[in-house]
């Protein structure tokens, strides 16, 4: 994969898998953006991205809840990178929560940055795409599909993040521009991961549930998300792309199941 002089734009991407995302275009010879909340995680992350073999790089910080920040934020990455190439969309939110016992702005929160925060980046970055050619690859999650315990709040933003994306390939295909979901499955390293297999025990139950039997590494998604980016798929739009080792063929499974009943010991049994 060869992304010289190509602009590469990756909100959210100064941590975990999409971190990953934009150190694999950066080797690929990319000049890349990165926006989070955090300055100082911006900062590491410039760095880091100028070390793997970004041609430039630069950073900023904003909230993706927020459509003026948003807006203001990419025009100055035009500024400063040019028309977008590539467009990552990954910044979300997540905790887990019974609907019964969840508050209506907890609730919220995750619409806002989850789905909300999806439209504020792609409004944002629609003057700014190369036309025809760019690419826009959202990061979403098994829950735009499946149901979760625990996860109604998710669940609802990522079926609306997946939506979004089926709906704006129509809607901006016209003008050359392809856009995808990719999902990831379980990443080892990520705190996700972390949270559902805090022992090697745990770690070793939640591999035996992915056939491919190994849990994923960052560049699995990276690499996903490369080929999207690329020439290669040229043809691909619309699309929701599991990045999981076939795990999410088996429903929500076992990682469901624990939330739930987590949730329910710790309300006493309710639901």
């Known amino acids: 994969m060869n992304f010289a002089g190509k602009t590469v734009v990756v909100i ?8 990953g995302i934009a150190e694999a275009f950066a080797s ?6 990165v926006a989070s909340r955090s300055q100082d995680k911006v900062d590491d992350t410039v760095a ?15 909230d993706v809840r927020d459509p003026d920040a948003v807006a203001d934020g990419l025009a100055q990455i035009n500024a400063a990178l040019g028309e977008f190439d590539v467009l990552v969309s990954g910044a979300a939110g997540n905790f887990p929560a019974l609907t019964a016992e969840m508050s209506v702005n907890a609730f919220k929160t995750v619409i806002d940055i989850d789905l909300m925060g999806t439209v504020h980046v792609m409004k944002g970055a629609y003057p700014f795409l190369k036309r025809p050619g760019a690419s826009i690859i959202n990061i979403s999650a098994p829950q735009s599909w499946l149901p979760y315990e625990g996860q109604a709040h998710v669940c609802a933003a990522k079926a609306g993040v997946d ?4 709906t704006l390939a129509l809607e901006w295909g016209v ?15 990520t705190e996700g991961a972390k949270r559902l297999a805090p022992s090697p025990d745990a770690e070793k139950k939640f591999k035996a549930d992915v056939p491919l039997g190994r849990w994923g590494q960052p560049e699995d998604v990276a690499n996903a998300c490369l080929f999207l ?10 699309t929701v792309l599991s990045v999981d080792g076939a795990l999410y063929q088996r429903g929500s499974g076992q990682a469901g199941r624990m939330i739930g009943q987590m949730l329910r010991s710790m309300s006493g049994g309710k639901s």
């Open 12 to 19: 959210g991407g100064t941590s975990g898998i999409n971190r």
């Open 28 to 33: 690929a010879g990319a000049k890349l953006a």
């Open 48 to 62: 880091a991205l100028k070390t793997a073999g970004a041609t430039e790089a630069v950073g900023l910080t904003f």
């Open 163 to 166: 939506q979004i994306t089926r």
């Open 175 to 189: 003008e050359g521009i392809r856009v995808n979901s990719v999902v990831p499955g379980f990443i080892e390293g």
């Open 229 to 238: 980016g690329s020439d290669m798929a040229s043809y691909i739009s619309g």
